[in-house]
């Protein structure tokens, strides 16, 4: 039986990002040297498209969008992280730079790593390095989701599956967000969302519980 805590008593705040803490105590303390402790604000960039990536981060209580721009320069996001995983994917997959944009959506603390201590983790086979590829996987189902959810959905529809996943991140009734910024989220024009009907999105996100029940849940990593 293994008798290992997985929660570090070595440091005086919980952890809060799903990948670290699935970590047990000494895989963790051999990683926190390399940890710092952030703080994101709201509508921070914190990569731009095509950027080299010096730092991933594990978000705690804040939760980051991936943009994705197109030639007309319409944006639509690809992919929303939170406590469960890390922004930053790119570096575990071998790349130095980012195709998207990474904007905070809701303000909060994240772990930081620099890219070439996460890079270093992972050339030794880390456990650290597992916990990533169980993530990647999950990231990508939910963007395969989305991808459909943005083709054969209604704008209401959209957006009672977008207010579901932040609701759910912000652990909260109320989170501040401009419609400009929630147009450019779901891809489509700010009238898209002002106009789009309340009783429409409520019974979409009625709907949308029903049919996609796992989408905003994050892996599981025990």
């Excluded at 963790?28 to 710092?36: F, G, I, S, V």
């Excluded at 990536?53 to 007309?72: C, G, K, N, Q």
């Excluded at 309340?198 to 009625?206: E, M, R, W």
């Amino acid at each position: 039986m293994n008798t290992k805590k997985r929660h570090p008593s070595t440091v005086d705040f919980p952890i809060r990002n799903d990948i670290l803490r699935a970590l047990l105590n000494s895989e963790y303390k051999h990683l926190h040297p390399k940890l710092e402790r952030v703080d994101l604000k709201l509508g921070e960039i914190i990569y731009q498209a095509d950027q080299r990536i010096d730092h991933v981060y594990f978000p705690e209580t804040a939760v980051v969008a991936m943009i994705d721009t197109v030639e007309d320069g319409a944006t639509v996001e690809v992919g929303i992280i939170g406590h469960e995983g890390m922004v930053g994917i790119n570096i575990f997959l071998g790349c130095l730079v980012t195709p998207d944009k990474a904007i905070v959506q809701i303000r909060g603390k994240a772990m930081r790593m620099k890219t070439n201590d996460l890079r270093d983790e992972l050339r030794f086979g880390s456990p650290l390095q597992r916990l990533l590829l169980r993530y990647r996987q999950a990231l990508l189902a939910v963007i395969s989701q989305s991808v459909a959810c943005s083709q054969h959905h209604t704008v209401a529809q959209r957006l009672a599956r977008w207010l579901l996943t932040m609701h759910d991140y912000a652990e909260s009734n109320e989170f501040q967000m401009p419609h400009k910024s929630i147009a450019a989220m779901l891809g489509t024009r700010r009238e898209g969302v002002t106009e789009a009907p309340v009783d429409n999105a409520g019974q979409a996100i009625a709907n949308f519980r029903t049919r996609c029940p796992s989408q905003a849940r994050g892996a599981s990593y025990s």
